[in-house]
């Protein structure tokens, strides 16, 4: 199997982020980048929402998916079609500056109608503080923000960006489950799950288990892939405390992530690991 180096690719996030969305990995993207081996096989991204990470490494070779089918709508147009979203957001922009109200709640009754992926990446750029949220029936649900949005030609440029970034990268619309099947030697793995108990709300009811991803997650590390897994403990303090079994050598080391320095350490969970405390960010990598 050949690895390839990455010592030529970038690792530099893009200067801004393509969808406003709250509790995405913009901020972490180059510090999580930088604790993933510098040679691998494949990347794979089986929790893609905004892409922060994948963006970031720009891989040379990757799978991403999402079950939220059009966020990946987002992800094929980019890749394939990018004057479409520019062109998309330039005339729904320029209206929205005319008439703001107005404008959100047709593209939102547009959205709740026929889900999109245009559609959904102008909410993102328009809702109350990136925050998306989606009813348990799937309609998107977040009021208008009162911030301006970004121009037309500050979002083209990022389009543009962005787009460079993902050119080896196929999109998938599936769960993790599938996604992390497709795992080889030598593979990098970064798993970013929906919260437990807070965000099935505001990425959608999705079917997703924790215990199942633990599995996967000892499935792909078993042939021979790379695993790191992001567990965000501040968005879960305050709430119950919640005890996973994992295999006691599943995770390696623990890596906090607090904007800007990070702190290492062996992991002596003694085969558990407490989530739900008030911690920054933080990483779990499988070596
Ligand atoms: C915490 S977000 C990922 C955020 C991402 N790291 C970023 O920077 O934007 C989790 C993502 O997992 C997706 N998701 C939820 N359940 C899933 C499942 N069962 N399989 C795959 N993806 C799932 C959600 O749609 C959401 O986009």
Redesign the pocket.
Known sequence: MSVVSLLNEVHVRPKGQLLK?I????KF?EKIVSFFPKEYNKYIE????????LATLCPHQAIA????KP?IAIWDILQNEPDRLINHYHKNIIQFYRDRLETYNEIKLRYNSLPNGLDLMLLSRTCYGGVVRFTREGKMSTPIGPHTPITPESFEYRVMEWKERIQNVQFLN????T?MQSAEQDDIIYC????IDS?SIL??A???KFDNLIHCIVECKAKGAKIVL?IDGKKKSGEKKILINVPKTLFEREVYLDCGSSMLRRLQNGGRTMIGEDVDDRLLLTW
Do not use: H, I, R
């Open positions: 969305w509790g995405n990995k913009y993207a089986p929790f893609l929402g905004t892409g922060a990470v998916a999402d079950t939220l966020l599936q769960s993790f489950e996604t970013d799950p929906p919260y965000q990425y959608g999705q079917n997703f992001s």
